[in-house]
């Protein structure tokens, strides 16, 4: 709620402002319960989940990375990539708004240029369910076109129980996969205190020089993540510039990150039981600088 009655810019130019989301609606025939959630969570960019016998909402909004994998806790098959088709890709979105002033529906037209010149003009028409704003109805439409052009890949892993029962739809997980980066920067942590690291694997993990501003980042024992900037690395014991909350427990996985080789950002989409000790991840790439984009078309 106090992400969707943020005041942002409502793009007349005049310095006026407006709620990130506005619900103006009045449903007046019967729909299927889950259809009528979905329809309403829409409005506010929230993904209903269904889970444990209830329903939570997930809300794609800037968020911080609340899990770290690489090859120590995922399964022997490491880590599988996909993306979606040219053919499912539109490089215009006509967004239908209901316009309070001419009291009719009316159409918001958002373009991406890049993709016109490599696919074509194909467009995608979205209906705008409850909005009543050209601005709401544009936001809509570059946060459309900015998924299907640079947020379409999907990974899927599988880990173990004590992450597979902590990581939930809509959380965004930090990874480092070595195949692809071609650099092992996760593992393990073997000690620690408040301000040091003793890593695992030292002669394989490939470590990122002090002037390439390296920084780690760490599962601390409360189970939140925390990253620090490396100030010196002495064999495998790193030293941070200033004290994590709490001392990482041993075992915890740990990642490094560099200005030439930084690691990668999904939001989890589904969390998948595969047996009593074992749960399948699926997520989908995660851009964080997107939400300028979005709401005042920064590149």
Known sequence: SKYANEEVDDGTGSGAKEARFS?????????????????????????????????????????SASY???????????????????????????????????????FEVVEDATAISKLGTIVKQVKAFACTSRNQAAR???AILFAEQNESETITFTTSIDAGIVVRPGSVIEINDPVRAGARRGGRVVSATTTTITIDAKEQTGLPALNDNPTISVILS?????????????????????????????????????????TQLFRVIQVEEQD??????????YVEGKYAFIENGTA
């Open 23 to 63: 619900c103006n609606v009045n449903i007046q025939s019967p729909k299927e319960a889950f259809a009528a959630i979905n329809d309403l969570a829409g409005v506010m960019r929230c993904m209903p989940i269904w889970s444990a016998g209830g329903i939570t909402l997930s809300q794609d909004k800037e968020t």
């Open 68 to 106: 770290l994998f690489n090859l120590a806790n995922v399964g022997e098959g490491g880590f599988s990539y996909s993306g979606s088709s040219l053919k499912t890709r539109h490089s215009v979105v006509s967004v239908s708004y209901f316009n309070m002033d001419s009291k009719e529906v009316d």
């Open 140 to 142: 809509l439409g570059r």
């Open 222 to 262: 409360d189970g939140t993540v925390e990253s620090k900037t490396i100030t010196d690395i002495t064999g495998a014991v790193i030293t941070v510039n200033s004290a994590f909350s709490s001392a990482p427990s041993t075992n915890a996985p740990y990642l490094i990150s560099s200005t030439t080789l930084q």
């Open 276 to 285: 009593e000790v074992n749960y399948v991840i699926t997520a989908l790439s």
